[in-house]
């Protein structure tokens, strides 16, 4: 359930890099998402994302989207959000307060979820979700299949490229996707990493292979890594990168198992740099929010 999955979160809002781009007041916005998710009662899903949003959008932007929470008008920018594969979890969420405040919102939808996503969003089944609060429904600018798993071409295993699966999509990589973004979209503005796989989840680390350990780092942070690689040169100046990690980085969580919690921590180190190495290179923000 959307409310006890963002209650479940101990956002503790850590921004995670000190970038060149122009400063603006995110430790205010993530402090109140903090207080607000911690408080009795919680924050739901989409109020969670409205303060991710608001976390990684500049405050100069005064002009009102809603009648309630802070002021946040991205109109005119556009953003890429990998990791969406149906009307749930934190990726549709964000997605949903992007369009609210104006953005003009892309998807990279994994592979094999494509068809069946595609799918049910043609034939309505997610109507209900796709309502903003001016009684419109949200839409997509493009909806691109993607495995963030894969850099390039020559990654993709032969047993993948023939899979039935993948057919719908041949061109999934990360940098094939950044290159059809920019020939659709030219330069875009923000970058959302919404994904994360362990397959080894449930197990203790003491019982978690190599493969399932380095697939959980591959799947979960590396992702983030490859997405900022390619997409930071189509971003404008000032553009957002953001990433969502977990409690798990830094405390003992049972049953987040199989690499994971290692896998998070690695994602805000990662996070670190790339605010260090994109900022000065690209003039974009990098950060991470738990």
Not at 36 to 53: D, E
Request: hydrophobic letters at 45%.
């Amino acid at each position: 359930h959307p409310s006890r999955a963002a209650a479940n979160v101990a956002y503790r809002g850590k921004c995670a890099s000190r970038s060149v781009a122009a400063p603006f007041n995110r430790m205010n916005n993530l402090a109140l998402a903090r207080q607000s998710i911690m408080a009795p009662g919680s924050l739901s899903l989409k109020a969670a994302a409205k303060r991710i949003v608001e976390a990684g959008a500049h405050r100069t932007l005064s002009t009102p989207v809603r009648a309630s929470g802070l002021a946040i008008d991205l109109k005119g920018k556009k953003a890429f959000i990998a990791g969406v594969a149906d009307d749930q979890g934190f990726g549709w969420a964000i997605a949903k307060t992007l369009a609210e405040a104006g953005a003009e919102v892309s998807l990279g939808v994994w592979v094999p979820a494509l068809n069946i996503f595609e799918t049910s969003l043609r034939r309505g089944k997610f109507d209900e979700s796709r309502k903003l609060s001016n009684g419109s429904l949200m839409e997509f600018a493009h909806i691109y299949g993607m495995d963030a798993v894969y850099d390039h071409p020559d990654d993709v295993p032969t047993e993948v490229k023939e899979n039935k699966r993948y057919a719908a999509a041949p061109e999934f990589t990360v940098s094939e996707v950044a290159a059809k973004c920019e020939k659709d979209l030219g330069k875009i503005d923000i970058l959302i990493h919404s994904l994360a796989n362990g397959p080894e989840v449930q197990k203790a680390l003491m019982e978690t292979s190599r493969k399932g350990y380095l697939a959980a780092v591959s799947a979960s942070s590396f992702s983030f890594v490859s997405l900022v690689q390619q997409f930071a040169p189509i971003m404008n100046e000032g553009g957002s990168a953001l990433c969502l990690t977990y409690l798990a980085s830094t405390s003992i969580i049972p049953g987040y198992g199989g690499g994971m919690s290692s896998a998070k921590a690695a994602l805000e180190s990662d996070t670190r740099v790339l605010a260090f190495e994109a900022g000065r290179k690209h003039k974009i923000r990098v950060n991470s929010i738990s």
